[in-house]
């Protein structure tokens, strides 16, 4: 390892982190400079990040849900910068770090920086990047609608139980998408572009989606007659369940048209638009990963 030092962008939110807290002095007791920034509105984490890279921190440290995840990596990418990325989940969902491997206790967590980072992909979709699924369709209603309380009590199952609660209220959207020797177009329910593979709360909708393949993988729900069955199937997690209901498709570039909008969920952050030209960016960052993480490829 090079030098050890250390900066932490921490969401507001857990600014009273006493775990967190003792973590950090444990691994300062090791010899690591951790210094630490909280964010309080929108646009903190980029401008943290500038400063960061600014001051010449060599390795960067993302404590937050996969909203914060997303905008400290995108903020690196966009830099063209060699900094290094470790990740803290501290949200309700914690989906990239979850599938990624990435410990949930945060002394193990903060481990991770003794480890040699590791090239990863980031999706783009519009000039815009995501570290792990961009979500359409009913699943985007659901990461949406689903309250803060109810997160708190429930954890990642919140996602679930809004989601049969609001059954009453699907309804599909039409989009046309086109990739590399994949076509297809009609109403769906749901879709996922991944470069990590679970999203809302544990919902693999692109489970061997992997990190460092240069690819991501598409999951389009078409409409069923039986959409109550289909949206079950889809938010029971199983593998097989998943792709038996859906298209899937692994592509480096995927472009889509949806003529009345289509409103999109990237890590947390809204987007809405008629046309989406998708594309993933390999090598787009180093990020300190277990060795065998779920996510990279081999």
């Not at 000039?127 to 792990?132: E, W």
């Not at 009590?153 to 086109?178: N, P, W």
Request: glycine fraction near 12%.
């Amino acid at each position: 390892m090079g030098e050890r030092r250390a900066l932490l962008i921490l969401h507001g939110k857990q600014s009273m982190n006493q775990e967190l807290r003792t973590a950090i002095y444990a691994k300062r007791e090791q010899g690591w400079e951790i210094a630490v920034r909280v964010t309080w509105e929108a646009g903190d984490a980029q401008r943290i990040v500038a400063e960061a890279l600014a001051d010449g921190y060599p390795t960067l440290i993302a404590g937050g849900g996969d909203g914060t995840l997303r905008a400290v990596a995108e903020a690196i990418a966009l830099a063209d910068s060699d900094a290094s990325l470790v990740l803290l989940g501290l949200g309700t969902a914690n989906d990239f770090a979850t599938a990624a491997g990435v410990p949930l206790d945060l002394h193990e967590a903060l481990g991770l920086l003794d480890l040699e980072p590791t090239p990863i992909d980031l999706g783009e979709v519009n000039g815009q990047l995501f570290l792990n699924m961009a979500t359409g369709g009913f699943g985007t209603s659901v990461t949406t609608n689903t309250s803060e309380d109810l997160k708190k009590i429930l954890g990642g199952a919140a996602y679930f139980l809004t989601g049969l609660s609001r059954f009453a209220e699907v309804h599909t959207s039409f989009g046309r998408f086109k990739g590399p020797g994949f076509e297809w177009e009609g109403e769906f329910l749901a879709l996922g572009i991944g470069n990590g593979s679970q999203a809302g709360g544990g919902h693999a909708l692109c489970p061997r989606a992997r990190i460092n393949d240069g690819l991501l993988d598409v999951c389009i729900v078409p409409a069923a007659p039986d959409m109550v069955g289909t949206l079950g199937t889809m938010l029971s997690g199983s593998m097989n369940g998943v792709e038996s209901v859906s298209q899937m498709a692994r592509v480096a570039w995927l472009e889509v048209e949806a003529p009345e909008g289509l409103d999109l969920n990237l890590d947390g952050e809204p987007m809405s638009a008629t046309t989406l030209s998708f594309k993933a960016r390999e090598k787009a960052l180093r990020v300190h990963l277990p060795e065998y993480s779920p996510l990279l490829r081999d």
